[in-house]
């Protein structure tokens, strides 16, 4: 990563299990590379945000640990 901080493997493990403030601090976590890419033309798009986001959420719900 950019900055070198990572999100802690506690913290992705309660994300995949659904906890809602763990999937907010990857959220958090993502949140400036998200805004990033929500510019559309040279423009920030808010329904691009949305959508970026909802696409993190489903792959939080649908990863796997291989145990």
Not at 22 to 30: Q, S
């Amino acid at each position: 990563m950019r900055n070198g901080k990572m999100i802690p493997f506690e913290v992705v493990e309660k994300a995949v299990t659904g906890e809602q403030e763990a999937i907010n601090a990857v959220l958090y976590h993502y949140r400036g590379y998200i805004k990033y890419r929500s510019v559309f033309q040279g423009y920030f798009n808010a329904d691009i945000q949305d959508r970026l986001e909802a696409q993190l959420i489903k792959a939080i719900l649908q990863f796997h640990f291989d145990r």
